[in-house]
Nanobody
């Protein structure tokens, strides 16, 4: 059984920072990429950032320059540092783990940016 567990969400004021973590455990092999998605209320889910086992990183246009994704392949863990948060960043953030055999999702922490 595979588990994907995220942490680090919460309430922050505009301009503040949060750090999200995602850890995959269990019978999972061959992870080649991990991603963060987010879905705001009433909106479609969007890709926020991705990191591959080769260190390739990609970001959505709305978070470039503010968010930084990193991965720890040895521990099947991913992090995302979110700086200069804006109210538009408010959403449920979900971790996706891509392996050669399957794709796994976490439940997703809520991130709320509000004064």
């Amino acid at each position: 059984q595979v588990q994907v567990v995220e942490s680090g969400g919460g309430l922050v004021q505009p301009g503040g920072s949060l750090r999200l973590s995602c850890a995959a455990s269990g019978s999972i092999v061959g992870i080649y990429a991990m991603d963060w998605y987010r879905q705001a209320s009433g909106k479609q889910r969007e890709l926020v950032a991705s990191v591959t086992i080769h260190g390739t990183r990609e970001y959505g246009d709305s978070v470039k320059g503010r968010f930084t994704i990193s991965g720890d392949g040895a521990n099947n863990t991913m992090f995302m540092q979110m700086n200069k948060l804006e109210p538009e960043d408010t959403a449920v953030y979900s971790c996706r783990v891509r392996s050669y055999s399957s794709t796994y999702w976490g439940q997703g922490p809520q991130v709320t940016v509000s004064s």
